[in-house]
C-alpha cells in the first residue's frame, strides 16, 4: 500500500502513461482517462445485454458526456478505476448469469479481485452480489441452484487474484480500514454533531444518508468536485427519477443489480463525512445513467406507434432529445464549472502556473528565488518537482528587511506572492534593470510576480 494507506498498484499502472509521455500532465493524468473511456463501450455492452441497443446507445452516450465522470477522467487519481470495474464486473457476470457459461464468471470473479487495488468503493461490490443473490433465490430459486457452482468458481477467481493484497491486510489491519475510519462519522464526529444540532447520533445518521442518497439529483457535489450541482444536472436528474418510477413498475433481476449497485454507494457514503463527497461516488455514475437512458429508450418504440411521426420520426425525436441531455452536460462542464472551479487550491494553482512558466525556460543556469513562506515553500507542492525536476529554486525567508547582497549569476527569476509584494521593492533595489511580469489566475486575481534579473 502507499499514499492514503491505498494499494500501490495503480502507481505502475499510471506509471504507463508518463513512461510514453514523459512527467507531463498528459503523461500523469491519460491513464485516468483510458479508464473513463473504456467505461463507455463496457456501459453499451452491459445495457445491450440487459434491456436493448438503442437504450445501450443512449446510456453510453450520456454517460460519455456526463460532467462527473469527466471530471474524474481528467484527474491523476484511482477512483475513476473503480466505475469502469464495477462496470466490467457486472456485464461478465450478467453474460454468464444470462448464458450459464464459466468462463463469465471466472472473469468477473478476477476483475472483482483485481478491482481492489485500485480506490476503496469496490469493497462493497462483493456484498452487493451476495444481496442480489438471495433476492434471485427466491424468485428464480431454480436457476440459482443451477448456477450455484458457477458463483463458488466466481468467490474463488476473486479471492486467488485478491490474495496478495488480502494477506498484506490480515498482517496490517490498520492499513485495511484506513481509508473509512479516516473519513468515518462515528465517534467523536458524530457525537459532536448531535450535540451542535441538538439531536441524537441516529437523526445525524439518517441525515447523512438522506444528503448521500440526495447528492445524485438533488444535494451539490463537495469535496474534490464542486460544480454547485449535484451529479445529475435538473433534466437528467427528472429523467432519473422516471426511470426509476418505470424499473418499480415493471421490476426485474437486472433493474434490481443496478439499483443495488446505486444503494451500496450511498450506504458507504453516508458512513462518511462530507456527504455528498464527489470522489466518492465512483460506481453510482454508469448505473445512474441506465435509468436516465430509460425513458429516452422507450420514447422512440412509443412514438413509433403514432402514424403523425412518419418512419424516421421517432428516432430523430429521441436522439434530439438525448443532443439536449449531453449538450447541457457538455455546456455546464467545459463552460460553467471552470468559471470559478480550482482542483486543488490556490497553492496548488502556484505551483502550477510558475511549473508553466519554467517549462518554457533554459533551466541550465536559471535560479528561481522564491518568496513564498510561511504559506509555501518552493518544494512544498509536488507539482514543480514533478512537471520541471530539473529546476534550481531557493526559498527566501520572511521577512526581507534590507536589499539582499549576495553577487548573482546567470538568469534569476525572483517570484513573490501577493502577501509579500512590499519586499519585490528591496530585490528591485539590489539587482535593478530586471523584467517585471504578473500572474493571474481565471478569474484576474494576482497569484504571484515574477522579476527575471540577468547577470
Known amino acids: 500500500t502507499g499514499w492514503f494507506s491505498f494499494p500501490s498498484f495503480y502507481f505502475v499502472v499510471q506509471n504507463i502513461g508518463i513512461l510514453i509521455w514523459g512527467q507531463t500532465e498528459t503523461g500523469l493524468r491519460i491513464m485516468s482517462a483510458v479508464a473513463g473511456a473504456l467505461t463507455v463501450p463496457l456501459l453499451y455492452g ?20 456526463a460532467h462527473h465522470h469527466v471530471h474524474f477522467s481528467r484527474i491523476g487519481l484511482n477512483n475513476i ?31 472483482l479481485g483485481f478491482s481492489q487495488y485500485f ?57 485495511f480500514s484506513a481509508p ?32 448521500s442518497a440526495a447528492g445524485i439529483f438533488l444535494e451539490p457535489l463537495r469535496m474534490w468536485y464542486t460544480p454547485h450541482e449535484p451529479l445529475l444536472l435538473p433534466l437528467g436528474a427528472i429523467l432519473f427519477v422516471i426511470g426509476l418510477v418505470m424499473s418499480l413498475r415493471r421490476p426485474s433481476l437486472h433493474a434490481l443489480l443496478l439499483f443495488l449497485v446505486i444503494a451500496g454507494n450511498v450506504f458507504t457514503m453516508s458512513l462518511t463525512n462530507d456527504v455528498p463527497a464527489a470522489q466518492r461516488y465512483m460506481l453510482v455514475p454508469p448505473m445512474v445513467m441506465v ?57 496548488t494553482e502556484v505551483a502550477t502556473k510558475l511549473a508553466y512558466y519554467l517549462t518554457e525556460q533554459d533551466l541550465d543556469e536559471l535560479t528561481v528565488h522564491f518568496a513564498g513562506l510561511p504559506r509555501m515553500s518552493f518544494n512544498s507542492h509536488s507539482t514543480l518537482p514533478f512537471l520541471v525536476p530539473q529546476a534550481n529554486g531557493r526559498d527566501i525567508d520572511p521577512p526581507l528587511t534590507e536589499p ?21 521593492s528591496l530585490v528591485v533595489q539590489a539587482y535593478p534593470g530586471g523584467a517585471y511580469q504578473e500572474v493571474f489566475d481565471g478569474q484576474r486575481k494576482l497569484l504571484f510576480s515574477l522579476y527575471v534579473v540577468d547577470r
Open 46 to 65: 452491459l445495457v445491450r445485454q440487459m434491456v436493448d441497443r438503442l437504450t445501450a446507445v443512449i446510456a453510453a452516450a450520456l454517460l460519455a458526456v
Open 81 to 111: 478505476w473503480d466505475g469502469l470495474f464495477v462496470t466490467a464486473v457486472l456485464l461478465t457476470f450478467w453474460l454468464g448469469w444470462q448464458s450459464g457459461r464459466r468462463h463469465w464468471f471466472v472473469v468477473s470473479g478476477a476483475v
Open 119 to 175: 480506490y476503496g468503493s469496490m469493497r462493497i461490490v462483493p456484498l452487493i452480489i451476495l444481496v442480489w443473490a438471495a433476492v434471485a433465490f427466491v424468485v428464480q430459486n431454480g436457476r440459482l441452484r443451477q448456477l450455484f457452482p458457477e458463483f463458488v468458481l466466481m468467490a474463488y477467481a476473486s479471492l486467488i487474484v485478491y490474495l496478495p493484497l488480502a494477506l498484506h491486510f490480515v498482517d496490517h489491519p490498520d492499513v
Open 180 to 211: 473509512l475510519t479516516r473519513v468515518s462519522i462515528f465517534g467523536e464526529w458524530i457525537e459532536n454533531e448531535a450535540v451542535i444540532r441538538e439531536t441524537t447520533t441516529t437523526a445525524v445518521y439518517l441525515t447523512q444518508l438522506e444528503r
Open 291 to 347: 435509468f436516465v437512458a430509460l425513458p429516452l429508450g422507450r420514447l422512440e418504440p412509443y412514438l413509433r406507434q403514432k402514424p403523425a411521426f412518419g418512419r424516421y420520426g421517432p428516432l430523430f425525436i429521441t436522439a434530439m432529445a438525448t443532443v439536449i441531455v449531453m449538450a447541457i452536460n457538455l455546456n455546464f462542464y467545459f463552460f460553467t464549472v471552470y468559471e470559478d472551479f480550482v482542483l486543488g487550491g490556490p497553492n
Open 404 to 424: 539582499p547582497q549576495e553577487p548573482l549569476s546567470g538568469r534569476n527569476v525572483f517570484v513573490f506572492l501577493p502577501e509579500r509584494m512590499e519586499e519585490l
